[in-house]
């Protein structure tokens, strides 16, 4: 009985498999270089949705949209007035080597520096509005900001 038993479990170990050792996950780089993918589209819909959608704004509506076309920057960002109005003034490109916004239409600062920010925003396609991001670190997921209050200027000059 014991010679049938053995004959038996050599049968079922040659019908099975040997187990494969289970792969190893990659390991993640600690470091992943920013994308160059643009958020040129997202702008493009919240000026269109949000920021400048009626037909007063129209035409700068067109204005701002030939602006980012027109662009070879990769990352743009809404400028508003304040945070509770999120009135629309102007459009940024991001420049990842010194961290500084330029402007490319509006009315506002040539150059924003990351000091100089306030509130930082990210814009929702589904809902159509800009939500705010709960930090001051800029980085690629912002798609709007505000500036300190003091450097708004009621007669239209800017300090910088």
Known sequence: SSGINAEYGERQSARRPSPKPTPRPPALPLFVPPSAKSNSKVIANALSWTCLSGVPDRPNLQLALKAVSDSQAQQFVVLFRDAIAKKFRAIYT???????????????????????????????????????????????????????????????????
């Open 94 to 160: 991001f420049d990842n080597q010194t961290t500084k916004l330029t402007r490319i239409f509006g009315k506002g600062p040539k150059v924003i520096q990351t000091s100089m920010l306030s509130n930082l925003y990210k814009y929702d396609s589904g809902s159509r509005s800009f939500s705010k991001i709960p930090t001051l670190t800029f980085s690629l997921a912002v798609d709007g900001i505000t500036i300190k209050n003091e450097l708004w200027r009621k007669a239209g000059v800017f300090p910088c």
